[in-house]
């Protein structure tokens, strides 16, 4: 009951983190003399300049700044309180500044304290009218955009890509749709990596639980039985005991059996757990306390 | 006087009380509340109340641009939060994982690493279901691990793949891991029968340390080889393992098992705790993303327990089949649901003790769910 109240309040407070970093911001795209390309909200035709969430979270980027001049970091701020300030997963939103974007200039986009620069533009002196300068995404988790050094056919609000680049989120839900593919694959390879591993380690245990060398000595040594019969015609030769009899009955057992491993051919030594005057352990000082 | 008065509206308008919403008042005390359950009741200490004060100090309004917000560039929060985001911490708490974790259940049954496998359906069960509910390829897997139970590793991947979701993935996997003993029990009870539920396994061998200490190594070359996008898990993981065997390296395996994996648990709490915003709060979204973390659970615990029935089909020997309540630990809550397949078998004998061998597809769950998240990014990120 505890387990499902606990549960029930964490339920309750299902929330969602909005992983957002103004630094996941790019100018990607900007126009200084715009005469025939789109119209903002009153119909007329403006300086534009196109603004990518290059990551995978939401940022909010209402209250930046927007600038092209150094000295002036606070040229023009982003309003606050538009809800479609806020950039999902690697979206682009045209914002329209309050000053004309004149070629030549670096555009400055800023953040909300007004001094952290985020990210530049460089606007070409020779940038003709109607064309946009442009970053465009090399690479397929679009996280590296770079400047194109040619003029380019405005495509404002539209990702700036070299056209074959697609996302492997896009990619799957392009080919993919329903998941089944990706489901068999990924299933397959999993089996695939963890009975590799079954493999391997029923491999090795077999080895180092003696299973193969039980089998090895089986073959090449006595059975228990014989490691008996013999003990005891060594015995009777020696004229010994029946507890001499023990004693190498189990001399034999362990080294035929338990890896029991002797330098010596055709001698079995047991010999006794209380370490030699040089053993390591003998040199180690107790702890002081 | 008139400056003295100016002065201290102009100061009002920096304070918390008067930028403050709703929202915000509901996510502090909600996060009071977290606070109040962990210490109190002790639910889940460890992660309720770094979450829930994590949660007061996400929601405290105030004036934008004082760079002090989890959001803003610069700011000691942010500079912690990227830990989450960046996906530094899920590792660092892998490798403390891997320094606690005995694989000797494992190593010694390796016939039973397979459960972890079967176990990991929940994962791409839920995967599937969320594309059917209309979520993007990268959230589906995002979601999709949950099924993993595995805390840390729903984190990484949900910060890779779909970070506006992971606060809801988080609290999602820490609150199904915590209800294991709930959900697993009446699946395993409906899909097994008496009979099954009275097999007796034997005891795991035991294993020598030379095999624990090739484990990581050989299990790491593996696993990575065939799935390098899941190298920043798996390598933490059985680099952590290794320091535990090699008994060399009890220093920095003590602190990686101790010290690091605390602060490391603290921070990834505070900052996820920090990161849920009240504008999102109870959104159709994570509703959906609760709903489908449950059955992802059901669909892995169901899948672990009917493999082993699958598997014990082909087995002849009655000795050496496999108990199907061992199934569910596939699910890699550690060692969560290894306790429940012990508590659920001595209900049926009070002489059948299946932990230790149900501790085998529970390690072998973390490996699994640690290779199916290398999987998704691969294809997804």
């Known amino acids: 009951m505890r387990r499902l109240l606990s549960t029930a309040l964490l339920l309750t407070v299902t929330l969602a983190a909005a992983a957002q970093n103004l630094s996941d911001l790019i100018i990607s795209e900007a126009c200084a003399a715009n005469f025939s390309g789109i119209v903002d909200e009153r119909g007329q035709h403006r300086s534009w300049i196109e603004i990518t969430n290059k990551s995978t979270g939401t940022v909010n980027f209402a209250g930046c700044f927007i600038s092209d001049s150094p000295s002036d970091l606070k040229k023009y701020m982003i309003p606050k309180g538009d809800l479609s300030n806020r950039l999902g997963s690697r979206q682009v939103r045209v914002i329209w500044p309050s000053f004309e974007i004149i070629p030549g200039t670096t555009l400055y986009l800023v953040s909300t304290d007004g001094k952290t620069v985020i990210d530049t533009i460089e606007i070409p002196e020779d940038l003709p009218a109607d064309m946009s300068v442009r970053k465009v995404a090399r690479d397929v988790r679009r996280i590296d955009f770079r400047t194109d050094p040619s003029p380019a056919v405005p495509t404002p609000g539209a990702m700036n890509t070299d056209g074959d680049i697609e996302s492997g989120s896009e990619r799957v839900a392009h080919h993919d749709p329903h998941g089944w593919t990706l489901t068999l694959t990924s299933v397959s390879v999993v089996f695939g990596a963890l009975l590799i591993l079954m493999i391997i380690f029923t491999i090795s245990g077999n080895t180092f639980s003696g299973k193969y060398k ?26 010994g005991e029946d507890a001499d009899i023990a004693a190498i009955a189990l001399a034999l057992h362990l080294f035929f059996s338990e890896e029991v491993h002797d330098s010596e051919s055709y001698r079995i030594t047991i010999t006794s757990a209380v370490p030699r005057w040089s053993d390591k352990t003998r040199n180690f000082r107790k702890p002081v306390k | 006087m008139s400056q003295i008065l100016d002065s201290l509206q102009q100061f009002w308008q920096f304070t918390g009380f008067a930028n403050c919403t709703w ?106 279901l969320a594309l059917a509910c209309g979520f993007a390829p990268n959230e589906a897997g ?13 984190i ?63 299990g790491f070359l593996m696993t990575a080889f065939i799935v390098p996008s899941g190298l920043p898990l798996l390598g933490m993981l059985f680099f952590g393992n290794l320091l535990k065997e090699s008994g060399v390296t009890k220093r920095l395996a ?55 029935k699958i598997i014990n089909l082909f087995i002849k020997n009655p000795e050496k089949k496999i108990n199907p309540l061992i199934g569910n630990a596939g699910v890699s809550a550690v060692p969560d649901s290894a306790r429940v397949s012990e508590v659920v078998g001595r209900e049926t004998d009070p002489s059948n003790h299946l932990l230790m061998n149900a501790m085998a597809p529970n390690v072998a769950g973390v490996i699994g769910s640690a290779v199916a998240a290398g999987i998704l990014l691969g294809f997804l990120g």
């Open chain 2, 142 to 154: 995002a979601i999709g691990i949950i099924g993993g139970a595995d805390g840390p590793t729903a």
């Open chain 1, 214 to 239: 039980k089998r090895l000595s089986r073959h090449s040594g006595p059975s228990e039985e014989e490691a008996a019969a013999i003990a005891m015609a060594l015995s009777e030769y020696n004229g």
């Open chain 2, 23 to 128: 929202g915000n008042i509901v996510m502090i005390l909600i996060g009071v509340f977290f606070i109040t359950m962990g210490i109190v009741k002790e639910w889940e200490p460890l992660l309720l109340v770094p979450i829930g004060f994590g949660m007061i100090v996400g929601n405290i309004p105030m004036f934008p641009g004082l760079n002090i917000g989890i959001y803003e560039d610069g700011s000691v929060l942010n500079i912690l939060y990227q830990g989450v985001k960046q996906g530094w911490y899920p590792p660092l708490i892998f490798l403390g994982i891997g320094a606690m974790t005995d694989f000797s259940a494992l190593i010694s049954q390796p016939r039973l690493i397979l459960i972890g496998a079967a176990a990991q359906m929940g994962i791409f069960g839920a995967y599937l």
């Open chain 2, 254 to 308: 003590n602190t990686a098992s101790s010290s690091l994996i605390d602060i490391v648990t603290t921070l990834i709490g505070l900052t996820v705790g920090a990161s849920t915003q009240a504008d999102k709060f109870l959104s159709g979204k994570s509703l959906m993303i609760f709903g489908l973390g449950l059955l992802s659970f059901v669909i892995a615990t169901a899948s672990g327990v009917l493999f082993v």
């Open chain 2, 156 to 218: 990484f991947l949900s910060s890779k793949l779909a970070p506006d979701l992971m606060g809801a993935i988080a609290v999602s996997a820490y609150s199904y891991m915590a209800l294991v003993p709930v959900i697993q029990r009446p699946i395993m009870l409906a899909l097994t029968t008496k009979k099954e539920r009275l097999i007796k396994m034997p005891k795991p061998r035991e294993v020598s340390r030379r095999e624990k200490i090739i484990f990581p190594i050989v």
